[in-house]
């Protein structure tokens, strides 16, 4: 079966500052897609950036991108220039098939002002 | 365009009594999904269904039944609630895609208690 980890339960970064979640999948499928979605306390899930396995390159989406390594199986998400409004719980999900997503257990992302 | 809704946003139960959690999207998407989040971990699966009449069963199903009777709505049941199902409920829906290039979009999700 599809496992996510998300290894780090809790991150703190200053504001205007750089930080890096990390996420490591287990799958043995070679077609598959990674998720990062954003949980702020109002509990709405909001995706924030989606990466395509069969795509070399790298996606990114404003101050959010990811750093994928295929052999690896792992799925970074990298936020820039940090700012109050990205304090959440961001979860990794895996498209299992179906389009069902298997989720990590979330990192809690805390902005130091 | 409401998107994706879940009614109630809060309930409290007593062990061994029944409920039904309602979802419904105006999106006409083909693909639903109930997911359960508890403390400390990700959302997993109950239950989804990739078309109106079909269901089946996700990571976590027990203690749970659905009902896709029309496109627009997900029913998720409690026949018997138990304390360990005290968790917060999130429905999603999205279009189906060869290869899951379209978003799952959520619901605000229902808190609920099972004293």
């Known amino acids: 079966a599809q496992t996510v980890t998300q290894s780090q339960p809790e991150m703190s970064v200053q504001e205007a500052e750089t930080v890096t979640l990390s996420c490591t999948y287990d799958t043995s499928e070679s077609d598959y897609y990674l998720f990062w979605y954003k949980q702020p306390p109002s509990r709405q899930m909001i995706l924030v950036i989606r990466q395509e396995a069969y795509k070399q390159q790298n996606a990114t989406e404003n101050r959010f991108s990811v750093n994928f390594q295929k052999a690896a199986k792992s799925f970074s998400l990298k936020i820039s220039d940090s700012q109050l409004g990205d304090a959440a719980m961001y979860f990794c999900?895996?498209?299992?098939?179906?389009?069902?997503?298997?989720f990590g257990q979330g990192t809690r992302l805390t902005i130091n002002p | 365009n409401a998107g994706v809704t879940q009614t109630p946003k809060f309930r409290v139960l007593k062990t061994g009594q029944s409920m039904t959690l309602l979802c419904a999207q105006d999106m006409n998407h083909e693909y639903m999904y109930w997911y359960r989040q508890d403390p400390g971990m990700g959302l997993r699966l109950i239950h989804y269904?990739?078309?109106?009449?079909?269901?089946a069963k996700g990571e976590v199903p027990d203690g749970y039944n659905v009902s896709r009777l029309k496109k627009q709505n997900f029913l998720l049941g409690l026949e018997s609630a138990a304390p360990s199902q005290t968790s917060v409920y999130f429905c999603?829906?999205?279009?189906?895609?060869?290869?899951?290039?379209?978003?799952?979009?959520f619901g605000p999700g229902t808190r609920l208690t099972v004293l």
């Open positions: 269904s990739v078309g109106e009449g079909t269901t």
């Open positions: 999603a829906s999205t279009h189906p895609s060869r290869l899951a290039t379209d978003t799952q979009y």
């Open positions: 999900a895996y498209n299992a098939g179906a389009q069902k997503l298997v």
